[in-house]
């Protein structure tokens, strides 16, 4: 059985084109983090090598689906970031490429999942690209991806895209309610994240929810004029900088829905930080720091390391001293 029910359609889709004989041999899983992409990357994966197919998944008995819980499955690959990386390096890519054009051992589909794909540079991107255009046989290459927008376009062009859109509420409510064991935890958990089951259950259990708060509190307290730039700025540099800078162009994003429809508005605990921050900043100004901080976050992503202190303070101040 499918374990995220919100997936069904996409799922019934790649079926059926598996039974035509038309799944193509790359396809490109797009979406928010938190919906999904990699338990359906890994799901198709299995579901194409196994032996006897069931109608809603694999079936868990045969040679592939026991090698594959021994995590042992000859061919099958996985292209992941190491550790602590920004990028997959290229060798990573080369080594998949070989394995693309190489003889199954089980007689099957070869598989290759890469996640995230937009943590491949340009010369790793380059390096798939032979792949993309002459897989092998029974080749399925999948490239699991948070933010396509960051993918070369000839990696775009060459894979049929697969994105998964926004989950409907319901669907998110009935999964993730009794994960935390709580109605009302999870309908504010799912409102932070913009209905994201996944996310917003990695949002109640790691660090992520306590800095959070932590961060909310602090900026009513600088925009009240109880606390200063540099003092924030010092708090907030122990934490990861790319989460910091996510919050941040969170906040923002939703006070930009907030001032054209209060409803609109995801972070519904955040009605504070938005009535200070609409007294500074004007629409024009809003999305200027909107535009600033993507660019920033982009940069993040890619590898960047700028200082954590002086970068916060920074964002800080053009936000401040509109």
Not at 1 to 8: G, H, I, V
């Amino acid at each position: 059985m499918l374990e995220y029910s919100w997936l069904t359609p996409i799922w019934r889709r790649l079926q059926q084109q598996i039974t035509l004989g038309s799944l193509p041999h790359a396809l490109l899983i797009s979406g928010a983090p938190g919906v999904g992409k990699r338990y359906l990357a890994g799901l198709l994966g299995r579901y194409v090598q196994c032996s006897d197919r069931q109608v809603d998944g694999v079936c868990g008995v045969c040679k592939s689906c026991l090698l594959h819980a021994a995590h042992s499955h000859p061919d099958y690959v996985e292209c992941l970031l190491e550790d602590g990386a920004k990028q997959i390096k290229v060798d990573a890519v080369r080594a998949v490429s070989r394995f693309a054009v190489q003889k199954s051992q089980q007689g099957g589909y070869k598989v290759i999942v890469i996640a995230p794909a937009e943590a491949m540079n340009e010369s790793s991107a380059n390096a798939l690209l032979k792949s993309l255009e002459e897989p092998g046989d029974n080749t399925l290459i999948i490239l699991v991806s948070d933010t396509v927008g960051r993918l070369l376009p000839t990696i775009r062009s060459r894979c049929q895209q697969l994105p998964i859109a926004q989950i409907d509420h319901e669907s998110a409510m009935a999964w993730l309610a009794p994960q935390v064991d709580d109605q009302a935890q999870a309908k504010d958990l799912l409102s932070i994240v913009g209905n994201r089951p996944l996310a917003a259950l990695a949002l109640k259990q790691g660090a992520s929810f306590d800095q959070r708060q932590q961060m909310l509190a602090e900026l009513i307290a600088l925009l009240e004029s109880r606390s200063e730039i540099v003092i924030v700025a010092g708090k907030w540099a122990k934490f990861e900088l790319s989460d910091t800078v996510y919050w941040l162009l969170d906040w923002l994003m939703d006070l930009a829905r907030y001032s054209v429809d209060k409803s609109a508005a995801h972070n519904t605990d955040c009605v504070a930080v938005f009535e200070l921050l609409s007294a500074r900043m004007s629409h024009q100004q809003l999305h200027q720091q909107i535009q600033s901080l993507g660019v920033l976050r982009g940069a993040i992503l890619s590898g960047a390391t700028p200082n954590k202190q002086l970068t916060i303070e920074g964002a800080l101040s053009s936000i401040m001293f509109q």
